[in-house]
């Protein structure tokens, strides 16, 4: 593996992350933060892997992830206050990956409720599972996958996919990229956990260009909804004016910008 852990973990700030486990291949990195030993020491531990060989996005999608091309990790968060706002864990993940990729001078944006994109790619995704006993959630997974040193896709993905390479026109520094995600991240999760939810969700729409926009939400069921993005509430579901003039929030779904409203 071409990061120096040791270095990130000497790079750290904020003093959230505790510690960054690496392995050289997983399943996938969310699993084993889930199944890793849940005392009080797993807080802001780092699970990052050179390889995913069942890499998983949202739906059960499958996430391509070669060895040593991106960067595939999971955080773990234990200490969380209000199980509520659970979804905004995505929303400051997406937060300090877009942060750091414009630091790149990449013009990027998030796309409710979990991905980033580049001029309609994807080039980033994010994940977030819980483990509980009962009614109590135990920990919090928020994974991570960033497409950095592809060269291509495969045919099934190459038109919506993009890497960091592509973008930039050379090989991105893997260790440098990790870092400052993770500092980002202790920043936007200081927020998160002083309860500062309005904040949060207020940096993620400056950063979403559907706010406004004409869009389809196509839900798990198959079902599709029209209408248009007016806000996105303080635990981040979408709020949406439907085609009838009803107002409705969406916790998830497969957003797309409505065609029609697209044509002249």
Same mark, same amino acid.
């Given at each position: 593996?071409?990061?120096?852990?040791?270095?990130?973990?000497?790079?750290?700030? @904020?003093n959230?992350?505790?510690?960054?486990?690496? +392995?050289?291949?997983?399943?996938?990195t969310?699993?084993?933060?889930?199944? +890793?030993?849940?005392n009080? *020491?797993?807080?802001?531990?780092?699970?990052?892997? =050179? !390889?995913?060989?069942k890499?998983?996005? *949202?739906?059960?999608r499958?996430w391509?992830?070669?060895?040593g091309?991106?960067?595939?990790f999971?955080?773990?968060?234990?200490?969380f206050?209000?199980?509520?706002?659970?979804?905004?864990l995505t929303?400051?993940?997406?937060?300090?990956?877009?942060?750091?990729?414009k630091s790149?001078?990449? =013009?990027?944006?998030?796309?409710?409720?979990?991905?980033i994109?580049?001029?309609? &790619?994807?080039?980033?995704?994010?994940?977030?599972?819980?483990?509980?006993?009962?009614? &109590?959630?135990?920990?919090?997974?928020?994974?991570?996958?960033?497409?950095?040193?592809?060269?291509? +896709?495969?045919?099934?993905?190459?038109?919506?996919?993009?890497?960091?390479? @592509?973008?930039?026109?050379?090989?991105v520094?893997?260790?440098?990229?990790?870092t400052?995600?993770?500092? @980002?991240?202790s920043?936007y999760f200081?927020?998160?956990?002083n309860k !500062?939810?309005?904040?949060?969700?207020?940096?993620?729409?400056? !950063?979403? &260009?559907?706010?406004?926009?004409?869009?389809?939400i196509? &839900?798990?069921?198959g079902n *599709?909804?029209?209408?248009?993005?007016? =806000?996105?509430?303080?635990?981040? !579901?979408?709020?949406?004016?439907?085609?009838?003039g009803?107002?409705?929030?969406?916790?998830?779904?497969?957003?797309?910008?409505?065609?029609?409203?697209?044509?002249?």
């Amino acid at each position: 593996m071409d990061i120096d852990i040791d270095k990130v973990k000497g790079d750290l700030q @904020n003093n959230f992350i505790t510690d960054i486990i690496y +392995f050289d291949s997983v399943a996938s990195t969310n699993q084993t933060a889930l199944n +890793f030993d849940s005392n009080s *020491r797993s807080n802001g531990i780092v699970i990052i892997a =050179d !390889e995913q060989t069942k890499g998983r996005g *949202r739906l059960d999608r499958k996430w391509f992830s070669p060895k040593g091309k991106g960067l595939w990790f999971s955080i773990i968060i234990s200490s969380f206050k209000d199980i509520e706002y659970i979804n905004l864990l995505t929303f400051i993940a997406g937060l300090a990956v877009n942060k750091t990729f414009k630091s790149m001078k990449i =013009d990027t944006d998030l796309k409710w409720p979990n991905d980033i994109m580049y001029k309609n &790619k994807k080039i980033c995704g994010i994940l977030a599972q819980f483990k509980s006993t009962g009614n &109590k959630v135990k920990k919090v997974v928020v994974g991570i996958g960033i497409n950095v040193n592809q060269d291509s +896709f495969p045919v099934d993905l190459k038109k919506f996919s993009i890497s960091l390479k @592509n973008i930039k026109g050379n090989k991105v520094d893997r260790a440098k990229l990790l870092t400052e995600i993770l500092n @980002n991240f202790s920043i936007y999760f200081k927020l998160f956990n002083n309860k !500062e939810y309005k904040k949060v969700t207020g940096m993620w729409k400056k !950063e979403m &260009k559907l706010l406004n926009k004409n869009v389809v939400i196509k &839900k798990s069921n198959g079902n *599709r909804i029209n209408g248009t993005v007016i =806000d996105i509430t303080d635990k981040g !579901e979408l709020v949406l004016k439907k085609e009838d003039g009803s107002i409705k929030t969406y916790i998830a779904g497969d957003i797309s910008i409505d065609k029609k409203s697209l044509m002249v």
